[in-house]
């Protein structure tokens, strides 16, 4: 059993604006010390004490410079080794929403070395589980979101709904040792990385396809990404369960800052109701002496509840956002965390027995037991032995002479029949004479035996049979070199395709075309992944809106980290393939150099039985040229190989952060364009749509008629030279530039845009209109 109290940290998030607000002084003693300091004029306004400076102490502080990965090798890798060795792990960030909860738990989604503790935990917990062969690993993944007290399961294959609400509801249960299950909460299996960061995605963007700008999911959520593993050692019963969290909470802020109302505010009352009770929890804790602690109280708390003064390893991440205007916030997250720190947890190592192997044991020990009885009973049998059973004797007979370990036992239970052939067995081996024995006539051998055959005669056959046996042999192992050959070029086929390694060796696939690598709009499927919650592919685009959607692509915030991953993407892809080449070499070169030796080896053999040598085993200077030749190629090979797996890492989780903006743009599309829809419906006249708000601002783009139209009604007052106005639109404009002369911008149109008297289809179009208003207004095009 460990006993340690929560381990708390804290992180600063970076900011230009905090300068002399706070200092870090790390100390010896592995502590450091934060001191956040009030200025004056603050003092009386928002943090009412009127205290200027607070001290809190943590393990350690990361200031703002802190990279990603200093924060998992001192925060999340030893609790992920403690897990390993089968503790269980819970890991959690606390703070104001936007202080860095998910960019420290999830990670950042635009660059690679921003990936945060879940994918850097299961990128170490793979890599660990993989170089230990002595265990037996299997690994869970689950995914629970809670929002307004409600569990969800972002792994949920049916996570076809596109409301939170809709989805089946994660409940708890206790049983009688008071142990909590989830129901509703599925396990997926993970067998390697990439399968694990599948499923952190698929969750991820579960939760993003369920969000609308009304439930800001990943800010009033929490969230806790579960991995589970279980290890056991071949052959024994004892198996290790381990499980680690990985939570991201709702944003601590309380609701009297926030200023929000109706919805909003039902869910701020949430997220505070289940922050206090764990609020709650961790006073009670800290309590000396406190017989009841209130768990129930809320989901959270009945979820993380061996997290909280249990048997589990927990750390918790403040994350502070230290501005002037968040400086009660950040004061009470550090007063939480230093609560946190008086709580203390007993880990112990969760090692059960495996049923299924118990009962095995149990079945063999009954036997045992009936067989001792029958033999203290004096009950015989007295039939023969099968042929079956006899075949059975023979193995284990073999196997118990074969084996080297002195406390072998040779267990053939306690039938008398059994015994009595294994000793006759035995002293026939020994003694070289056949001992009379009517079961010994079934075994195959009996024939050499038979009267008239002579010794001589049998030795015979004994040579011939060896000599069979020997070109047998033979067959067998040019069989397999040659079957081997055929697989070396086969793969080297296939790697010529990817990277140039088989799928054995690298683990690599070729680049699926569209996952990532283009940002097509496709719908190219991840598993459990569901586009057309994200309206993609869910219908076809009408080329107004496709052309809008294009237009909103180019001027979407995102779009520059898009394409620079995207370039970043294809240049991984090029390093990779070409290392991948270089592998190749370094495998066919250790290929050739072993031939080289074989074929010395061989020679120096055909030498000495011509009796041109004498000795096979006499050092060979050439020889072992060759052989430290290839040692350096090995290495160089090793080297090689390692990279590239790193950068098969790096490619796939680049993959992933494509897929998600992909997701987000789309996303983003759809409420704008449905936003523009409504605005649009608000506007029309029943009778027939005039237009007094759309303005094809860039005529080069409106549909001929619309240009056409706009030539002949085009108000004077708001003629543009557009060509000057926008460098981003100057190729189109100039394309167009023998009608453009004429052609006026309109400011405000009074003739109408051409509608088809279908509502669904009018509001289309008058949507598109005014988005292409919106969108050269924002390109400093807008009529003014
Ligand atoms: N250490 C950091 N370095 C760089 N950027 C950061 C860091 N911490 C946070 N950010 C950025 O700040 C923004 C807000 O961070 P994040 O979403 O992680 O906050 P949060 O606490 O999870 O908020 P919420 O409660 O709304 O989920 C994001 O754009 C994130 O990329």
Redesign the pocket.
Known sequence: MVKQTIKIFA?V??SKKQSGIYSVDDEENSTSTLEILVPRDLADGFVNNKRESYKFKFQKTFD?D?KQDSIFESIAKPVAESVLAGYNGTIF?Y??????????ITG???RYN?RGIIPRTLSYIFEQLQQDSSKIYTTYISYLEIYNEGGYDLLDPRHEASRLEDLPKVTIMEDPDQNIHLKNLCLQQATNEEEALNLLFLGDTNRMIAETPMN?A??RSHCIFTIHISSKEPGSATVRRSKLHLV?L??SERVAKTGVGGQLLTEAKYINLSLHYLEQVIIALAEKNRAHIPYRNSMMTSVLRDSLGGNCMTTMIA?LSLEKRNLDESISTCRFAQRVALIKNEAVLNEELDPRLMIARLKKEIQALKDELAMVTGEQRTEELTAEELLRLEELMKTFLEDTDPECTLDVGADMRKIHHCFKHLKHMLTGRRVQDPALENTQDNSLHSPGVKEEDIQKLKDLLQQRDNEINILVNMLKKEKRRAQDALGQQKASGSFGLTAHEGGLRSPTPGRGHEMNTSSEQTPGFHPQKAGIGAKEMSLGRQEAFEIFKRDYADSVTIEDNKQLLKQRFAEAKALGEKVNEARNKINQLKGEVEQRRMQKAALCVTGAATDVEEPDPVEEHLRSQMEEEKKSYKTLFSRLKGLKTEIEHLQLLLEKSKVRLQKDFEVWWSQEATSMQVQQTPARLTNSPSVWMNPSQAPLESQQQLVSVGAPEASRDISTRDSSLRTSTSSVSTSASQVRTPRSVGSSIPLTGDSQTDADIMAFVKARQTLMQRKGLGSQ
């Open positions: 992180r998030k970076p703002q802190a960030a703070g104001q929403t936007g202080s860095g909860k998910t960019f420290t950042g989604a635009e921003d800001q990943s800010t991201d709702a944003g994350t």
